[in-house]
């Protein structure tokens, strides 16, 4: 009998799965530059019809994504493929003789300096351009590398990293992915996420991991089995507690569309309404009037209770082409999200406006909506103060900023009578905290959310807003994993909002715990070093 080794990795789930890997085609590398031997004519031709090809392929994939998350990346991805703009340049760089391949790759060099300046940093974005060139390449050569998946049976997909055109083809033989790269915010990680597809990523450890193996993959315990089976797994383990009816505290939804809003109809309200997803592609701004009714759509369409909607936070790896952010040095430590607003303050101003008009609008039609507005990226109790002042001229009555910047969580009594509410982004808060670029697969283990410095933040936070007499949710990532949702509760978070898929799963455990339990669980995760022994001291806690 061969020993069970282990492979870890950051876990995405929480069921565990045993399968047969399949590896997913590693991309070929791109042909050398070259001129061009048929003259700029044909060039030019076989550059138009890629393109053709390529939004045809856009088309049918976006049609058959069942899901809204990947149905916009692909949409996103579809509209700089058929961006004139590139399209113009590619022609320029045929006419001065490069072969179709050639010139694609010189066009795309300038149109990520082009976006670059408009918008910042792309971070994942940057993979997408990438994605697209290979993509119109590789119709270009005539070759496809595409993995065919078998049509029955079920297996364990294993690759470098995949791409949305690569999950978008995933059917249901895929019951499994084990990725190299990735990490708990990546493209493979959401649409994993979304499609309740267990997932290890970040698993340094893939590349040993051949055709035909039969691993299990534990994504509560963040590992790869290699020879074991179900029974070495943490399978299904709080079925044993009773459910005591009701989630210890709410569980609400992170909504980023007008599908994911109808999706969680049944959640206790939306704990983060990310407005930005909805103008990643627009060139011009939206006016108040199309805001407002956008707005009006998702909150017509999802739950009832507490929505609590975030103005835009642009910038970083969510650039957005009509706020003219400049060029930066380090994005992310930059003009992001809320400081945004200084350079574009008629946006903001809209927003404010259009939010509350869709409130009031939507109320009018007898939904029992009760509408917030938070800011993103507050590092200072004066940008608090401000933000506050804005959104309160608008008319909206609650007002709230996110804790995503360490400085802020230091002076959070002095935000007693400024806003009413918190919510802690832990996506960024541990970015900040870990100095550990989100997008950057390599440092993805420091932002794993059981990391004992974010533990302590949190419970740092919960026990200063405690103090203050402000109430505090927690809308990053972190709150979509069922046990460190109770770990948080147990810490003195008074709510959670996960991502849609997450939130039956969260809503089940917190169901499972009274407070003296949730608390043991905090007590147990707070004594441990690692972010491994935090997250198994609490399951052990829940278990005794
Ligand atoms: C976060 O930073 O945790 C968060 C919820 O905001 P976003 O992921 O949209 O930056
Ligand atoms: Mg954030």
Not at 155 to 170: G, K, S
Not at 193 to 215: K, S
Not at 376 to 394: G, H, L, N, S, Y
């Amino acid at each position: 009998m061969e020993t069970v080794r282990t492979l870890e990795g950051i876990g995405v789930g929480t069921r565990a799965v045993l399968a047969e890997v399949l590896r997913w085609s590693a991309r070929q590398p791109l042909a050398a530059m070259a001129k061009s031997s048929l003259g700029p004519e044909i060039e030019v031709n076989t550059l138009s019809k890629a393109i053709v090809n390529l939004e045809n392929q856009y088309a049918a994939k976006i049609k058959a994504a069942g899901n809204q998350e990947l149905r916009e990346i692909l949409e996103a991805q579809c509209a700089f493929a058929t961006d004139p703009e590139l399209a113009d340049l590619a022609k320029d760089f045929c006419e001065q003789g490069w072969d179709a391949p050639s010139a694609l790759q010189l066009a795309m060099g300038e149109f990520k300096s082009l976006l670059e300046g408009a918008g910042g940093e792309f971070g994942e974005r940057v993979a997408d351009l990438d994605e697209i060139v290979y993509r119109l390449i590789q119709w270009m050569s005539g070759e496809s590398d595409e993995t065919v998946l078998p049509a029955s049976g079920s297996f364990i997909i294993v690759a470098d990293d995949l791409t949305p055109m690569d999950t978008i083809a995933f059917t249901d033989v895929v019951v499994g992915v084990v990725t190299k790269g990735g990490g708990p915010t990546s493209h493979t990680a959401i649409v994993c996420r979304a499609r309740g597809i267990p997932a290890v990523v970040a698993c340094a450890g893939a590349d040993g991991l051949v055709n035909g193996q039969m691993v299990v993959i534990d994504p509560d315990a963040s590992q790869v089995i290699i020879n074991g089976s179900l029974a070495d797994s943490d399978g299904d383990w709080w079925s044993v507690r009773p459910n005591l009816g009701a989630a210890l505290i709410p569980v609400m939804a992170n909504v980023g569309s007008v599908a994911d809003a109808a999706q969680v109809k049944s959640a206790k309200g939306v704990g983060l309404l990310r407005t930005e997803l909805f103008f990643l592609n627009n060139k011009v701004a939206p006016t108040r009037a199309e805001q407002q009714a956008l707005y009006a759509q998702v909150l017509a369409a999802g739950p009832d209770g507490e929505i609590i909607v975030r103005t835009l936070d642009a910038g970083s790896d969510k650039p957005i082409a009509f706020l003219g952010i400049g060029r930066e040095e380090n994005p992310a430590l930059g003009v992001r999200g809320q400081r945004v607003a200084a350079i574009a303050p008629k946006f903001y101003e809209d927003q404010l406006h259009a939010i509350k008009a869709a409130a009031d609008a939507v109320k009018a039609t007898g939904k029992k909506i009760d509408v917030w507005v938070m800011a993103p990226m507050i590092a200072t109790i004066d940008e608090a103060q401000v933000f506050a002042k804005e959104a309160r001229a608008a008319g909206i009555t609650r007002v709230g900023i996110m804790v995503e910047i360490p400085a802020i969580t230091r002076v959070i009594p002095h935000l007693k009578g400024v806003v009413d509410f918190l919510s802690v982004g832990t996506n960024d808060l541990s970015q900040y905290l870990f100095a550990a670029d989100r997008v950057n697969s390599a440092v993805a283990a420091l932002l794993n959310p059981w990391q004992p410095a974010l533990l302590s933040t949190l419970e740092e936070i919960a026990a200063d807003a405690a103090m203050a007499g402000i109430k505090v949710g927690v809308c990053g990532e972190a709150a979509s994993d069922p046990l460190l949702a109770v770990v948080m509760a147990g810490l003195g978070i008074n709510s959670v909002s996960a991502s849609p898929s997450s939130v039956a799963a969260v809503t089940d455990l917190l169901s499972r715990v009274d407070v003296s339990a949730a608390k043991s669980a905090a007590m147990a995760a707070r004594s441990a070093t690692t972010a491994r022994d935090a997250k198994a001291a609490a399951k052990g806690a829940l278990l005794k």
